[in-house]
């Protein structure tokens, strides 16, 4: 069965702090793995990554991936309150047709 | 612009009373597919279709019904709501590129309660 596991499933930090989030997988015919931010409503793409150790960068938000322990990272630094959501991974399996497989996400909250 | 849109946002229905969720993409995507999200679970995928008239199980899709006559509609039918169904609801749409699916876009979600 295919399944994507976050960590930690909830987060609490000061703004200005560094977080690093966690996401494994274990799927069958491994095609790409996505990062999404939700906030109050849809779920909003960041990354897609597709080739193990190339780090993908916007702003202060980077991820990478790693195809050997079928993991991946999303890292935000600096934190800001408006970091604040869940964030989700999402694995795409190849059955015939796109499958995405979603993890629990992690809920980050940033105090002031 | 560029969008997903589903209807309604918001519903409290009463279990067996039949409903149907509308979902409308404008990006001309081929795949489109439904996803329920529960506290703790994340988000479960329910059905897909990756063009017109073709539909696929996801992992959750006992008690619901998709259809697909056209691109650019995907309708999600509850014949008999119960409360088991009561979530949050994504529609989701992707282009297909370079024969690759792309990152999906998503909807506001419609919030189900069936009492």
């Not at chain 1, 399996?93 to 909250?109: D, E, I, P, S, Y």
């Not at chain 2, 679970?41 to 199980?57: H, P, W």
Request: glycine share 6%.
């Amino acid at each position: 069965e295919d399944k994507v596991v976050q960590s930690p499933l909830s987060l609490v930090v000061h703004e200005g702090d560094t977080v690093t989030l966690n996401c494994s997988y274990e799927v069958t015919n491994f095609r790409s793995l996505l990062w999404y931010k939700q906030e109050k409503k849809a779920p909003t793409f960041l990354f897609m990554l597709t080739s193990s150790g190339i780090e993908k960068k916007s702003g202060r938000l980077s991820s990478i991936l790693d195809k050997k322990e079928l993991s991946s990272i999303l890292n935000i630094t600096a934190t800001q309150t408006g970091d604040s959501a869940i964030y989700l991974c999402a694995v795409e399996a190849w059955a015939g047709a796109q499958k995405l497989v979603f993890g629990q996400g992690t809920r980050l909250t940033i105090n002031p | 612009e560029a969008q997903v849109t589903q209807n309604p946002r918001y519903l409290i229905t009463v279990t067996g009373k039949k409903l149907t969720v509308t979902c409308s993409q404008n990006m001309n995507h081929e795949y489109m597919s439904w996803y329920r999200q529960d506290p703790g679970l994340g988000l479960r995928q329910i059905y897909y279709s990756m063009n017109v008239e073709v539909t696929d199980k996801g992992d959750v899709p006992e008690g619901y019904k998709v259809s697909r006559k056209e691109k650019r509609n995907f309708p999600l039918i509850l014949e008999s709501p119960s409360p088991n169904q009561t979530s949050l609801y994504f529609c989701a749409s992707s282009p297909f590129s370079d024969g690759f699916y792309q990152p999906q876009h998503f909807g506001d979600g419609t919030r189900l309660s069936i009492l």
